[in-house]
Structures are given as structure tokens and as C-alpha cells.
Nanobody, 126 residues
């Protein structure tokens, strides 16, 4: 069965950086739209970034644009999220997600994603 496993979360001070990883099993990251979402305590889960199947297009939320970069390593079948200039408001549990292979475009709606990881916690202190 498909499994997405996130790692790389932790606690950093504001201005610091982290790189999140999402190792996929039984699913090829270059054959699916892949995305990162996050959920802060007491808030709804929100989209952070997405990469299309072709890898030619990426999308970012306004909150992270210019600071975060989504990428993937097809050889290692891993999705990444490089997070720079972190702010306290970036504190959340971060999830990777994948759409079924029939869909090639990004979506900001979590209902469009069929597989989810368990999440990794990111805490940014001021």
C-alpha cells in the first residue's frame, strides 16, 4: 500500500532553516502531483506548496512564497520542502500528500489528495 513518511521537522529560531523530506513507497513522486500542507493548532489545514507531475510547475501560498522551495528527487523517490527565513507563524504540523495519477495539475484543496503522510512538527520560536 502507498505510504508517505515525512521527516526533518524540529525546533528552530526565527530566521532559521529546515528541510522537510517525504519518502514515498508504492507511489512514484514523478508520476503524481505532490504537495505540502500544514496545520497549526486550532486552525484548518492549509496548502503550502505543490509540484506537478511533470515537475515543470510549482505553486506556493502567499505566506511562504519566496521563502520555501518544493522539489523532488526521482531517484530516491522523495519530495522535499526547503524552508528558509522561518517565522513563528510557520509553526505547524507539515504533511505531504499525493493525488491519484490521473490528475496532472496542482490543487489547493485537501479533498483532492488521496494519500497523506503522518506529519512532521515544525516549531519556530521568536
Amino acid at each position: 500500500q502507498v505510504e508517505l513518511v515525512e521527516s526533518g521537522g524540529g525546533s528552530v529560531e526565527a530566521g532559521g532553516s529546515l528541510r522537510l523530506s517525504c519518502q514515498a513507497s508504492m507511489l512514484l513522486v514523478d508520476s503524481h502531483v505532490m504537495a505540502w500542507f500544514r496545520q497549526a493548532p486550532g486552525k484548518k489545514r492549509e496548502p503550502v506548496s505543490c509540484i506537478t507531475k511533470s515537475g515543470s510547475d510549482t505553486e506556493y501560498s502567499d505566506a511562504v512564497k519566496g521563502r520555501f522551495t518544493i522539489s523532488r528527487d526521482n531517484t530516491n523517490n522523495t519530495l522535499y520542502l526547503q524552508m528558509n527565513s522561518l517565522k513563528p507563524e510557520d509553526t505547524a504540523t507539515y504533511y505531504c500528500a499525493a493525488r491519484v495519477w490521473q490528475h496532472g495539475a496542482c490543487s489547493s484543496s485537501e479533498i483532492d489528495y488521496n494519500w497523506w503522510g503522518q506529519g512532521t512538527q515544525v516549531t519556530v520560536s521568536s
